[in-house]
C-alpha cells in the first residue's frame, strides 16, 4: 500500500468524523435557540405529516433525520390521534425526507473525494458505483417495505394468527435450498393468488427495480476491469465480489437462490480491503419468511487499525470452560464456532456511505454472514462503529425521562465517561459490544437457527445469547477499572429497549431486554415501588447471568425452540411480549407509559454544556 493511499485513508476518515459530529448538530435545534442548524428544515417536515410544532415532535424528526430511527415520530403521531392506516402512509413520506438528505450528503463526500483525488481511481470509481446502485436500492426499499411488512405479514397474521409459521411450512412456503433444505432466510416475496399464495424470487416480483440495479452492476463491473489497483490488491476479488452480486440479484429460479447468495457470501469474505461494501444480510423486519433486507452501504475501517484482542481471547477461554461442562457430547459444534472465532476478520471504523434498508437504522456494530455453512467455510467478519456511537450519544439531548428514571447520581457517572474518559468508554464498549457480535458466534450448529425457529423467533433469544456471551466472557477475566461502567452499561440497556415495545423490526432487541430486566430484578440489581431502585448487587447479578447463560447454551446444544426458553422470561399478551414476574411487568408498564407522555421532552434541570 502507498503511502499517498494510507494518507488518504486517514484524511478520509476524519472527514467522514467530522461530518458525523456536523450532522448530530441538529439536536441543537431543541436544546439551543441560537443553534446555528435551520429550523425551518425540521419544521417542513413537520407540516407535511401533520405534527404540531412542538420541540418534543422537533426531536421525534431529528431521531429520524440523525439516528434514521422512527420510533419517537410514530409515538408523536400516535399522540396527536392518527390511525394506523395514517400513520404507514406518514412514515413512507419521512422516509423519503430521509433518504433525499442523505442522498445529498453522500454526493457531497463523493465530489470531496474527486475534488481531493483521495485514494485511486478504482476506489474512486468503486464508491461512485456503489452510490449509484445505493440510490437505486433506495428507491426499492419502498416496494420492499410496503409489499412485505405493510400487506403481506399483516394479511398473514391477521388470517392465521399465531399459526402463521405451521401454515408456511405445511404449505411449503418456507425458502429451501437447492437440495430441498430448509432455509433460514430468503430472498423472495409472497404474492396472494386465487388459493392462498405463492412464493417468487426478488427478481420475479420486482422485475424493473431489479433490471435497474443489474444494469448498474454491470457498468461498475466493466469500468473496474479497466483500471489498475496496486494499493490494496484486491480488484480481482472486488470484481468476482461484484459479478456474484449481479447473478444473486437476477436469480429468477427459488431452489437457486439461497445457493447464489452464499457464493456472494463467500466472494464478499475474501474482500479485505479497509473499505468494505454491506451487501444484504440481515432479517430482522420480516418475522416469518426472514426476507432479507436490502441493505447497501460503504465502511471504512479506523487506519489506526485498532483490535479487540482481549475481548477475543477472553471469548475463545469462557467459551472452551463452559463447552467443556456442558458441550462434551457435541465437539462438532465446538470445533466449527472455535474455527470461526480464530478466523474473525475484525473491521473497527464508520459508516462512509448507506442506504436503502439501511436508512430505516444503521448498525452499531454486525457480525456476519448469519449463513453458517458459508461461515464454516470462510468465517465471519465483524463489524464495530465505535467513534459513531460515541459521537451519536454526545450529539443527543439529555432527557427528562432518564434522569427520573435513573437519577442525578447514575447519569453523571455515564456523562463522566462518555464525555471526560473516551478511552475507558473504548473499553467498555469492546467489552460489551464487539464482546457482543463475539457471542453471536457461540453454541451455533450450520443448522441451529432453522431448528430453532419453529415458532418464528429465534431472533428473540439470540441477541440476548450475544450480549450475555460478551458479558460471561468479561466475567471470567474481569477488568476492575470498568466493572461498574458494564453494570450500569446493562442497566441502562435493558431499560432503555422498554422504548421497542412496539417496533415490530427490533423486537428481538426488546426481548433481549425484558430478559435482562428478570435478571436485574431477580439478583436485587433492581427493584421498583413505584419508582426505580438501583444497588449495586454486582456478584448476585454475575451469578445470575452464570446460571442463565449455562441453560441458555444447553437449550442451544440440544437445538430446542426458542420460544420454549423465551416463555420463561415472557409471554406474548395481546400481540406484545410481557415479563412473567409481577414487579418487572409493573415496571415495564410504568416505563412505557412515562415513554409516551414524556420521553421526548429535554431535561431543563440538567446542561450539557458542563460536561462539553
Known amino acids: ?21 456536523e450532522l448530530g448538530k441538529y439536536y441543537e435545534v431543541v436544546e439551543d435557540s441560537n443553534s446555528l442548524m435551520e429550523i425551518s428544515f425540521i419544521d417542513e417536515i413537520m407540516q407535511e405529516i401533520g405534527l404540531k ?6 426531536l421525534a424528526m431529528i431521531s429520524r433525520l440523525v439516528s434514521l430511527r422512527d420510533e419517537q415520530m410514530v409515538q408523536a403521531l400516535e399522540a396527536e390521534g392518527f390511525t394506523q392506516e395514517e400513520i404507514t402512509y406518514k412514515k413512507r413520506v419521512a422516509y423519503f425526507w430521509t433518504r433525499n438528505f442523505h442522498l445529498k450528503r453522500h454526493e457531497e463526500l463523493l465530489e470531496k473525494i474527486e475534488l481531493e483525488e483521495w485514494l485511486n481511481p478504482f476506489y474512486r470509481r468503486l464508491l461512485r458505483g456503489v452510490h449509484e446502485i ?10 420492499w417495505m410496503e409489499h412485505i411488512i405493510n400487506t403481506i405479514n399483516p394479511l398473514l397474521s ?4 399465531e399459526s402463521v409459521m405451521e401454515y408456511l411450512r405445511k404449505n411449503d412456503l418456507i425458502q429451501k435450498d437447492e437440495n430441498g433444505l430448509l432455509s433460514d432466510r430468503t430472498y423472495s416475496v409472497l404474492v396472494e393468488k386465487e388459493e392462498g399464495f405463492e412464493a417468487k424470487a426478488y427478481a420475479d416480483f420486482f422485475q424493473e427495480d431489479v433490471k435497474e440495479v443489474v444494469a448498474r452492476f454491470q457498468i461498475l463491473i466493466t469500468d473496474l476491469q479497466k483500471l489498475p489497483e496496486d494499493d490494496t490488491n484486491q480488484k480481482e476479488v472486488y470484481i468476482n465480489y461484484l459479478v456474484a452480486l449481479k447473478e444473486a440479484f437476477s436469480e429468477l429460479e427459488l431452489h437457486k437462490l439461497i445457493t447464489r447468495w452464499q457464493e456472494v457470501d463467500r466472494a464478499w469474505m475474501k474482500v479485505t480491503s479497509p473499505l468494505q461494501i454491506g451487501h444484504p444480510l440481515e432479517y430482522y423486519e420480516d418475522h416469518y419468511r426472514k426476507a432479507v433486507a436490502l441493505e447497501w452501504d460503504v465502511r471504512i475501517s ?8 482481549k475481548t477475543y481471547e477472553n471469548i475463545l477461554y469462557m467459551y472452551s470452560i463452559l463447552f467443556e461442562k456442558l458441550g462434551e457430547q457435541k465437539q462438532k459444534i465446538f470445533a466449527l464456532t472455535k474455527s470461526n472465532l480464530q478466523r474473525v476478520q475484525l473491521y473497527i471504523g464508520r459508516p462512509a456511505l448507506y442506504y436503502g434498508a439501511e436508512f430505516n437504522g444503521l448498525f452499531s456494530a454486525q457480525v456476519v454472514p448469519n449463513d453458517e455453512l458459508v461461515s464454516e467455510q470462510e468465517g465471519k467478519k465483524i463489524f464495530a462503529f465505535a467513534d459513531n456511537i460515541l459521537d451519536s450519544i454526545k450529539a443527543k439531548p439529555f432527557l427528562k425521562i432518564q434522569r427520573i428514571i435513573f437519577g442525578e447520581e447514575f447519569l453523571n457517572k ?7 474518559k473516551p478511552e475507558l468508554w473504548h473499553r467498555v464498549y469492546e467489552a460489551t459490544t464487539i464482546g457482543h457480535e463475539y457471542g453471536h458466534i457461540l453454541w451455533l450448529d450450520s443448522d441451529s437457527e432453522t431448528l430453532m425457529n419453529q415458532s418464528g423467533i429465534f431472533k428473540n433469544i439470540e441477541e440476548f ?20 461502567y458494564i453494570l450500569n452499561d446493562v442497566i441502562k440497556r435493558a431499560v432503555g ?4 415495545m412496539k417496533t415490530d423490526e427490533v423486537q428481538p432487541y426488546y426481548c433481549e431486554g425484558l430478559i435482562h430486566l428478570e435478571g436485574l430484578f431477580a439478583s436485587g440489581v433492581l427493584s421498583f415501588d413505584g419508582s426505580l431502585h438501583v444497588k449495586s448487587n454486582y456478584e448476585a447479578l454475575k451469578q445470575w447471568y452464570f446460571e442463565t447463560y449455562e441453560a441458555l447454551a444447553k437449550h442451544y446444544l440440544e437445538k430446542k425452540d426458542a420460544k420454549e426458553f423465551l416463555s420463561r422470561y415472557a409471554l406474548k399478551q395481546e400481540g406484545v411480549y410481557q415479563p412473567v414476574t409481577k414487579e418487572v411487568r409493573d415496571f415495564v408498564a410504568y416505563y412505557w407509559q412515562l415513554h409516551k407522555d414524556i420521553g421526548r421532552d429535554i431535561d431543563e434541570l440538567s446542561s450539557k454544556s458542563q460536561w462539553i
Request: hydrophobic share 35%; charged share 30%; no cysteine.
Open 1 to 21: 500500500m502507498r503511502k499517498k493511499f494510507e494518507n488518504d485513508l486517514k484524511k478520509l476518515y476524519e472527514f467522514i468524523g467530522q461530518r458525523q459530529v
Open 53 to 58: 410544532f412542538s420541540n418534543q415532535n422537533r
Open 134 to 143: 445505493g440510490i437505486v436500492l433506495s428507491n426499492w426499499q419502498d416496494d
Open 158 to 161: 391477521k388470517r392465521y394468527g
Open 302 to 309: 479506523n487506519p489506526k487499525n485498532l483490535g479487540a484482542q
Open 414 to 420: 455515564e456523562r463522566e465517561l462518555v464525555f471526560k
Open 465 to 484: 445469547k450475544a450480549t450475555t456471551g460478551g458479558l460471561m466472557a468479561f466475567f471470567y477475566n474481569e477488568d476492575e477499572e470498568i466493572k461498574e
Open 497 to 500: 429497549l422498554i422504548a421497542w
